[in-house]
């Protein structure tokens, strides 16, 4: 049975962004080579805009595409034969995936091109955009345009990385249990790149921004249910679902609401309770990680919904944990933070002049504008203003400036 | 696939070792090789002798030039290699890991341009 012709365009496009990353890594993981399966499906993709308006929606979409796509692939092998025999090895490949019998449902191999993308042999700035490019069919100007980088160089950069999988021979697998959990952290560390693009623009005033954020939590619900017994890939979907049921609340007329501050009336209790039960399913394997680590502080803050007050001594306790596992200064800012809340303004600032030294903090705004509220609220107000100044010059979020330039300007006058 | 493993390391360091220690590095290599030959993966291998021993040869405006001493001079040098037949990076890495050069030098795997 075929559908009409009338919606033709729009299935092909549904099927296309549905199916992408899926056809892409069921090309690539039998060829090797990451590039060859996008064009092949690009071309597939244009020869289904034009007959599928014609003769209608064929019963298996994704199956046409993958049978035209794999046709491709072998003319392009073919070609490239004549032109030198190198090409000898990809024919041989492009013939095997020939006898592969694409049956009603394509294998779903989304998970070994992510562990391809996030391999150690793989620049790791370079990790995040390749799974949006790969899995997700961004192209590299809207890549560029989320991480800062020119699209032509973005551009570049992809291809060398997908150049690298194929002629290094970087496999298409899912590790083996002894290293599983170091390159997951990779897959999960790009993820939550993604993740952190989307969520540097939290009124979401930017589409495009906004879209990464859901595209990181996509993946993250991608890689928790093709993984259910990894406790962090669980993790980390639970730190995102929580990062994301108060999107709303950070933001009020346009003006920036700290955590502290912000209504839980704002909060979306459907993620809330997701994330939750998420994070406890992880809990429940006992392996503590990073990101269930970074959850649980979320989940002590957002404690307050129903408490009405924040757990300070247990984000506390938490902060510690997560600091002897990364050793991070910006775990260590929050952490002083804490201690600032949990016992008083001078032992959070004693936190924070004991890793004073480390010059990664020069540039980092939150540790002085965690200065600058502890110092303020120590009565030291004019060491405040000069913490304040400095956060103030290093911010890029309109919003958040506008917010800590009224936090100086309401210090007492000394 | 085929990849080299190139071995680098500080010769000179590798040259102020008391003859047991070598004879412990030299022990470690070829039980190493050993395991490649019966695993099936290695292809040749070689060790070779210290840059001092070294010859260059280049031809610049269609004149042979034949100078003294390595390529480069560096901190570590090229001290062997192993070409061995793997079926990816994965493996070739893994190879790489068991190394008795990984243990003080570095091992830098490159795959062969397949002709």
Redo the contacts between chains.
Sequence with gaps: MRRGSGDACGTAEAVVRRSYGKLVAFLASRTGDVAAAEDALSDAFAAALAEWPANGVPENPEGWLTVVARRKIIDAGRRRRHVD??AA?LLLIAEELEAVNIAADIPDERLRLMFACA?P?IDPAIRAPMILQTILGFDAAAIGSAFLVAPATMGQRLVRAKTKIR?????F?V?EANEISERLDAVLSAIYAVFAEGWSDPAGAETRQRGLAEEGIWLARLVASLLPGEPEALGLLALMLHAEARRDARRNDGDYVPLAEQDPALWDATLIDEAEAVLLRASAMGIVGRYQLEAAVQSAHVARRRTGRTEWTAIERLYDALLTITGSPVVAVNRAVAIGESRSAEAGLAALDAIANDTRLAAYQPYWAARAELLARSGDAAAAALAYHQAIGLESDPAVRRFLQRRRAALPVN | MEYMLMIYGDEAAMQGRSQEDIGQVVGAFMAYTEAMKTAGVLVASGRLRPTSTATTVRIADGKTQVLNGPYAETREQLGGYYLIEAPDLDAALSWASRCPGAAFGTIEVRPIWQM
Excluded: L, N, S, Y
């Design positions: 025999d190198a090895p391999h042999a002629e290094a021979g970087i496999p697998r590790p």
